[in-house]
C-alpha cells in the first residue's frame, strides 16, 4: 500500500515490474467489484422470487383449496426469505459504504 | 509527512471495507444458493422437464471448466471476487458447493435434498457467523439446532418416530460436515453430502420401521396457460 500511495504522490517516479504489477492487481480488484455489483440484483432477486413464489403456491393452491398439503411450501418461503434479507440487507449496506467512499 | 499518514489511514480503511464486502457478499453468495429449490417449483411439463435434465450439469460443467482455467493461470485468481486466500491453489469452495447440489438434485429425494441444500445455503453463513460472534462454545448447539429445523420442515410430514429421527441425524450430520475441513474436500461438499448420505440409510429402512415415506414438501407448479 505504501508503494501505491508513492506512486499517488510522486506520479513521476518509474515504476518497475512489481509496481506496475501492484497497480495492475488493484485494477482487476476494482474491475472485480465493478462486475460484484453489476451481479448483485440477480444475487438477491432470485431468491426473493422463490421464496414469494413458495408463498404464492401455497395461498393459491393451499389456502384458498383448504389442502394442507402446501404448507410446508409455506415455512419454506418464508425460511428462504428470512434467511436471504437477513444476509442481504448488511451486504448492500457494505456495497453503498463502499461506493460512498470511492 | 502528514499527508501521507492520512492517505495511509485512508487507504487502509477502504482496504478494511474491501474484506468486509467480500465477507458479506461470500454469505449472500451462499445464501443466493437456496433459489437452486426453483428446480421443484417449475411444472411437470416435457420441454421444462428436458430443462430440468440438462441446466444444472451444464451449469456445473461451466464453473468447473472455469475453475480449470483458473487453477492451470489461464485466468487470473484476482478475477475472482471472495476468493478465499487458501483457494487460491485449491479447487474453489464454490466447485464443491455446485457438484454437491446438483447430486443432490439429481439423485435423492427431495426430502433430503431440500434440507442438505438449506444447510449449505443458509446454515453454513448463520453458523459462520456463530463462530464469529460467539465463539466455538455456542457453535455446536445452535448450528446443530438451525440444521435441525431444516430437517424438521422436510420431514413434518412423516411420523412421529422418523421425524425426531430424521431432524436429529440431519442436523447432527450436517454439524459434522461442516466443522470437518480438510484441504482437499470443502466444508460446502461435507455440510451437504454427510446428512443426506445418513437419511439416505434412513429412507432406505423406512419399511422396516413399519411406516410410509414422507409426503414432498414442493408440488411441481402449473402452467398459467
Redesign the interface.
Known amino acids: 500500500m505504501k508503494l501505491f500511495i508513492l506512486v499517488l504522490c510522486h506520479g513521476d517516479i518509474r515504476m518497475n515490474k512489481s509496481e506496475m504489477k501492484y497497480i495492475k492487481k488493484e485494477f482487476y480488484f476494482s474491475k472485480v467489484i465493478r462486475a460484484e455489483i453489476l451481479f448483485t440484483p440477480f444475487l438477491i432477486a432470485l431468491p426473493l422470487i422463490v421464496g414469494f413464489s413458495l408463498i404464492y403456491d401455497w395461498y393459491a393452491r393451499g389456502m384458498l383449496e383448504g389442502n394442507p398439503a402446501f404448507n410446508g411450501e409455506l415455512v419454506l418461503g418464508i425460511v428462504i426469505l428470512v434467511g436471504n434479507i437477513a444476509f442481504d440487507v448488511p451486504f448492500v449496506r457494505s456495497l453503498r459504504v463502499l461506493s460512498k467512499k470511492k | 509527512m502528514v499527508?501521507?499518514a492520512e492517505?495511509?489511514r485512508d487507504?487502509?480503511?477502504?482496504?478494511n471495507?474491501?474484506d468486509?464486502?467480500a465477507h458479506?457478499?461470500r454469505?449472500?453468495?451462499?445464501?443466493?444458493g437456496?433459489?437452486f429449490?426453483?428446480y421443484y417449483?417449475l411444472p411437470d411439463v416435457d420441454w421444462i422437464n428436458i430443462l430440468k435434465f440438462w441446466v444444472p450439469p451444464f451449469i456445473v460443467v461451466f464453473v468447473i471448466i472455469l475453475e480449470v482455467l483458473r487453477l492451470t493461470g489461464k485466468i487470473?485468481s484476482?478475477?475472482?471476487?471472495?476468493l478465499r486466500m487458501y483457494e487460491k491453489n485449491r479447487v474453489g469452495s464454490y466447485v464443491f458447493f455446485a457438484v454437491a447440489i446438483l447430486i443432490l438434485l439429481r439423485f435423492f429425494p427431495q426430502q433430503i435434498a431440500?434440507p442438505c441444500i438449506?444447510c449449505a445455503?443458509?446454515g453454513d453463513?448463520?453458523i459462520g457467523e456463530i463462530r464469529q460472534h460467539f465463539g466455538m462454545n455456542y457453535l455446536f448447539l445452535f448450528g446443530f439446532l438451525v440444521c435441525m429445523f431444516?430437517f424438521m420442515?422436510?420431514w413434518?410430514?412423516s411420523d412421529i418416530l422418523l421425524f425426531v429421527l430424521a431432524s436429529i441425524v440431519g442436523g447432527f450430520g450436517a454439524i459434522i460436515g461442516e466443522t470437518k475441513k480438510f484441504w482437499w474436500l470443502d466444508d460446502d461438499f461435507m455440510i451437504q453430502m454427510i446428512p443426506a448420505f445418513l437419511l439416505l440409510i434412513i429412507w432406505i429402512s423406512i419399511p422396516y420401521f413399519g411406516s410410509g415415506y414422507p409426503?414432498e414438501?414442493?408440488?411441481p407448479?402449473t402452467m398459467p396457460w
Open positions: 499527508k501521507v492517505r495511509l487507504t487502509k480503511k477502504k482496504i471495507s474491501l468486509f464486502d458479506w457478499y454469505r449472500t453468495f451462499h445464501a443466493f437456496a433459489s429449490l426453483v417449483i487470473s484476482d478475477h475472482f471476487f471472495g431440500i438449506l445455503t443458509l453463513p448463520i431444516f420442515i422436510a413434518f410430514k409426503g414438501i414442493i408440488y407448479g
